[in-house]
């Protein structure tokens, strides 16, 4: 098992940044690749952004690329999403998501889930 635990969310205007912090406990971190995932009001949940298990790779969502920016460190047990240049379609939950082995874009694909952390961008 693999729990996990997001933080970092909140209200922000529209151009600015937030950091999403996923703190994670359980089994060995460094076997999971990690992602992130987004959910807004009514609309299914989207890929945003995932890293395999040693940073080697990296891959966004068009939506995010140029603006966002995932990072982990095994050592602290600890996947980051540095979002900057907020818009307000940028609102949702944010979800951390871990799976043993590759990356996926796909939530089937994954087997462990935070409880999310909500992010609003006002305009």
């Known amino acids: 098992q693999v729990q996990l635990v997001e933080s970092g969310g909140g209200l922000v205007q529209a151009g600015g940044s937030l950091r999403l912090s996923c703190a994670a406990s359980?089994?060995?971190?460094?076997?999971?690749?990690m992602a992130w995932f987004r959910q807004a009001p009514g609309k299914e949940r989207t890929f945003v952004a995932d890293?395999?298990?040693?940073?080697?790779?990296?891959y966004y969502a068009d939506s995010v690329k140029g603006r966002f920016t995932i990072s982990r460190d095994n050592a602290k047990n600890t996947v980051n999403l540095q979002m900057n240049s907020l818009k307000p379609e940028d609102t949702a939950v944010y979800y951390c998501a871990a799976r043993y082995g590759v990356v996926k874009t796909t939530p089937v694909n994954y087997n462990y889930w935070g409880q999310g952390t909500q992010v609003t961008v006002s305009s």
């Open positions: 359980g089994r060995t971190f460094s076997n999971y690749a």
């Open positions: 890293i395999s298990w040693s940073s080697n790779s990296t």
